[in-house]
């Protein structure tokens, strides 16, 4: 990938990763570390410290919620669920996505 397409695809997944855990956590709970590969298995994320602040600031802003369980005697495991207020972002952000997407794709396939 060049440097620009590089930049550009940085700053398209920094704009939707919210949208993007948000529409994860919509089919079920789910816990950081398993997010953070899914995300990355997808190319939204290079690597899962990126993820968790954005989770922090998603709690704090009422998106997510989350529960902790110590599994198999290790480590705890942050469980992270969706909320009414993020289901509601969520689906915000479909409607303006699908309509801005038209939008783009007519311009762009014009200029082509």
Sequence with gaps: M????????????KGVL???VLGLLAAGERYGL??????QR????A??????PLLARMREGGLV??????????????YYTITTAGSDQ????IGV????GIEVDTIIEGAA
């Design 2 to 13: 060049t440097d620009s397409a590089e930049r550009i695809a940085t700053n398209l997944r």
């Design 18 to 20: 919210e949208f993007c």
């Design 34 to 39: 398993d997010l953070a590969s899914d995300l």
């Design 42 to 45: 997808r190319g939204l994320i």
């Design 47 to 52: 690597g899962e410290g990126s993820l968790y």
């Design 65 to 78: 919620d989350t529960r902790t369980e110590a599994v198999g005697g290790g480590r705890p495991r942050r």
């Design 90 to 93: 969520l689906n915000t952000f």
């Design 97 to 100: 996505w699908r309509a801005v």
